[in-house]
């Protein structure tokens, strides 16, 4: 029973010295949101650009050799939609159920 309390008691504590320690982390952001410092940051990440700023485009980047096989292995992995699937089978079971039922009316007739 004692055991017990002492473990709780310590999972508590630990639990308010992290709710503590988040509390000071909000209000540092919390007071740049205020002066308005963290508003540029967040814009800049989102891609938003002040007026008379220029966006630099970079095209033919080499990629890593890892890059490349990883959507290699992606294209392979994938390389017949579920939609064409869909029809694959739907044209198959057509085809199926037409020489099921002329294959009935021959045995049928004999």
Do not use: C, P
Not at 37 to 52: C, P, S
Not at 56 to 82: C, G, Y
Request: glycine letters at 4%; charged letters at 35%.
């Amino acid at each position: 029973m004692r055991k017990r309390l002492v473990n709780t008691n310590n999972e508590l504590r630990n639990r308010i010295y992290k709710l503590r320690e988040e509390r000071k982390r909000l209000t540092v952001i919390y007071k740049k949101y205020q002066d308005g410092k963290f508003y540029r940051e967040e814009a800049l990440k989102l891609g938003y650009l002040d007026k008379g700023e220029k966006l630099l485009f970079i095209s033919n980047v080499k990629k890593d050799k890892k890059v490349i096989k990883k959507e290699m292995q992606n294209k392979k992995n994938h390389a017949v939609s579920t939609a064409h699937l869909k029809i694959l089978w739907f044209v198959v079971s057509m085809v199926f159920l037409f020489f099921y039922f002329i294959g009935k009316k021959r045995y049928e007739r004999i």
